[in-house]
């Protein structure tokens, strides 16, 4: 059952990465997408269900799992608000991505780390922040893909494709800097909630170890691009580059630190 | 039943001619008043517009008949514009309506107006009850056009070069409500894309020119307020859109004036308009901050011809949408003639089984009530059996516009009265 599931979701995100790229030339399509985005996502919850009932916890523990619940959270999002706030197009940028890390997550292996801690309320809500936080931080990345894009057209005077699917320039700048601004705000949640329960399992607070230096570092980038959004007055082009170079920071973080160095987030391939 | 148009169109005919044939509103008064004189007309509509006047016709009239009618009501020979008439019949007339009220048939293409003024031509027909039996088609029509804009892309994306001032604008700020403008120039371009911001809602309008009794009057029209060109580095500081449009032979905004217009708010979003020609602003303002985009009269007009090669791709989508419905019209159509049919001969059919019933009865009078319900309810099987495999064949022919023609030939067959005539069919049955 666990297979078909998984089966479904890839059948189902895959499937609404085409065709959401596809509605941008062919409105059409954008039901069928969203039809296959609906299959993807309803198989996952399946599966995080009956991974739940397996593991007899949250099914976040383990980066496998973790990676799993970020791309249910980024895709949930999309599908309850993503029509009324008028945003199809992200489909477009938004499935490919989460397509492909939802892939990267399949490499990894589901069995926790030894040593692994149970999961506790904290510890839940540890990881549901850094999700929320992070699938900001990936939206903020995408609206920012978007601008560029179709900065690029008008700054050309070239229109095609972008010039007339994608939201107005201000209507995207604006909602990267949202993002960025909730990202940031659960991600400083995310390093407050895993303090306390580094703590609570006995350890320090903080202990400078290599996932607490890079969860620091894109903390203190986007900390800096919220100000210079909304202190320094940082608009348009620079944002937009700044929030996919910040986004590698996050991916790095997600899957580089957490595979090469031991402690607490230690995944194994 | 017989649905034919006939007309002139934008197409093949001047406006020269265009102009002697269409129909006036005390023209079409007159016209749908003196409708009988078309004889075996069932409906009616005029569509007459500065690019078309177009004749929906329901029932079997000669087309001579309809040009006679015609070329009496606007009194010009028909020899004057018969040579650029289209006419087209059934499924074409249907298909023809739904390109006209789609927009994909207009000068403009995709335009909207088109539609609202086929709505209007029905309403006058119907206020003077001459639709008829072109009542469907014309709901068939509202629909392919309302399908046609909601569906496909034919009426988006601006054809002119005022609106898309407007809609580029758009593409960098989303709303225009709550942006403000700066028009420079009051000239004809400068009064046209004035016009064209007040109507999509921009929340604030300025205008500057030279002579300031021109601004003063554009401005009371659109209801901006008046900049003197003096103040231009301050207007151009106030405003999200700048449009120039003068016929300065020198620019009117030069680098240094809008650097230091800019100055501390290179980030924000500012869309500058240069429509003049020799140009008005300098390029390099352009490169004043990465926020800053700078179209000039070729650029909107690349805008502009982009749009129109979106709407010519959308073409081929409507039409697809339009023999879908054109497939629907004809299949409704055919439907509706074969129900007649089928009521006539059942109707037929059962007057002739009562007469017969009724006879044989009186010779029998010594049967009991059980018995004569049983000989009753015989005669009723063997007809209802009969009548049964023609009734499902006759159901199946509305579909297929080929066997129409068997709907007439069974009508002929068993002597059947008009649609809605039952009386007739009964008498003719008792006299069979």
């Not at chain 1, 039809?35 to 099914?59: K, N, T, Y």
């Not at chain 1, 397509?99 to 030894?114: E, Y």
């Not at chain 1, 996932?211 to 620091?216: A, C, G, L, R, T």
């Not at chain 2, 009496?72 to 059934?90: C, H, I, K, M, T």
């Amino acid at each position: 059952m666990g297979a078909l599931f998984v089966a479904l979701t890839l059948v189902g995100y895959l499937g609404a990465a085409i065709l959401f790229v596809a509605q941008l030339y062919d409105l059409k399509q954008a039901k069928w997408a969203l039809l296959l985005g609906w299959v993807g996502f309803v198989s996952q919850s399946l599966w995080l269900i009956q991974r739940g009932i397996a593991l007899a916890q949250f099914p976040a523990a383990t980066l496998y799992d973790w990676v799993a619940f970020f791309v249910w959270v980024a895709v949930g999002l999309f599908l309850a608000f993503g029509r009324r706030l008028g945003m199809r197009p992200v489909g477009a940028f938004l499935f490919p991505v989460v397509f492909v890390v939802w892939l990267m997550s399949q490499g990894v292996s589901g069995n926790a780390a030894p040593g692994r801690h149970p999961m506790g309320v904290l510890l839940v809500l540890h990881v549901v922040v850094a999700a929320l936080g992070d699938v900001s931080f990936l939206l903020a990345s995408v609206f920012g893909i978007m601008y560029i894009e179709k900065e690029r057209e008008l700054k050309n005077k070239r229109v095609r494709l972008f010039y007339y699917q994608l939201p107005a320039l201000g209507d995207m700048d604006a909602w990267s800097g949202r993002f960025v601004a909730a990202g940031w705000g659960l991600f400083t949640a995310t390093l407050v909630t895993g303090a306390l329960w580094g703590h609570a399992t006995g350890s320090a607070y903080w202990m400078w170890n290599a996932k607490q230096i890079w969860s620091f570092m894109t903390w203190a980038i986007y900390g800096a691009l919220f100000v210079a959004r909304y202190v320094g007055k940082w608009h348009g082009h620079r944002l937009a580059t700044w929030s996919m170079i910040a986004f590698l920071v996050v991916l790095v973080n997600v899957f580089g630190v957490n595979l090469l160095f031991p402690g607490p987030h230690h995944a194994i391939l | 039943m017989k649905i034919q148009v006939v007309g002139i169109n934008h197409r093949d005919t001047p406006v020269a001619v265009r102009e002697r044939v269409a129909f006036g509103p005390e023209l079409l008064d007159k016209a749908y008043a003196s409708r009988d004189t078309m004889r075996h007309q069932d409906g009616i509509v005029i569509l007459s517009t500065c690019n078309r006047t177009e004749l929906y016709v329901a029932g079997d009239v000669p087309l001579g008949d309809i040009l006679a009618w015609w070329e009496r009501l606007v009194s010009v020979p028909r020899g004057e514009f018969s040579d650029a008439l289209f006419w087209y019949e059934d499924a074409q007339a249907a298909d023809h309506l739904m390109r006209v009220a789609s927009g994909i048939d207009s000068m403009v293409l995709g335009e909207t107006q088109i539609l609202g003024q086929v709505k209007d031509a029905y309403q006058l027909a119907q206020q003077h009850e001459a639709v008829g039996r072109l009542h469907r088609l014309f709901q068939y029509g509202f629909r392919a056009g309302k399908r046609a804009h909601s569906e496909t892309d034919i009426g988006r994306n601006a054809l002119s070069l005022g609106y898309a001032v407007v809609e580029l604008s758009r593409k960098v700020f989303g709303s225009v409500d709550d942006r403000s403008a700066l028009v420079i120039g009051a000239g004809e371009t400068g009064r046209l894309v004035s016009r064209h911001l007040a109507a999509q809602g921009i929340g604030q309008l300025a205008i500057a020119n030279r002579t300031l009794s021109r601004a003063q009057e554009l401005a009371s029209e659109v209801g901006g307020r008046v900049v003197k060109l003096h103040d231009l580095a301050e207007a151009v500081r106030e405003s999200d859109i700048i449009v120039s449009c003068t016929s300065s032979p020198e620019p009117i905004i030069s680098y240094a004036l809008a650097h230091e217009a800019l100055k501390g708010q290179a980030h924000k979003f500012r869309f500058f308009f240069d429509m003049a020609v020799p140009r008005d602003i300098d390029p390099r303002v352009a490169e004043i901050g990465q926020s800053i985009f700078l179209y000039d009269i070729d650029d909107v007009n690349h805008v502009v011809n982009a749009n129109l090669h979106k709407r010519q791709q959308e073409v081929q989508r409507v039409e697809r949408l339009i023999d879908d419905e054109v497939a629907q019209f004809q299949k409704e159509m055919g439907a509706s003639q074969v129900g007649p049919v089928i009521r006539s001969l059942r109707q037929k059919a059962e007057a002739i089984r009562q007469e017969e019933l009724e006879k044989a009865m009186n010779r029998l009078p010594n049967l009991s009530e059980e018995e004569r319900a049983v000989v009753a309810e015989t005669t009723r099987l063997i007809m209802n059996k009969f009548l049964n495999d023609a009734m499902v064949s006759m159901r199946s022919w509305g579909a297929d516009e080929q066997k129409h023609s068997y709907v007439d030939a069974i009508r002929e067959l068993f002597h059947l009265a008009e649609e809605g005539d039952a009386s007739r069919t009964q008498v003719d049955g008792g006299t069979a």
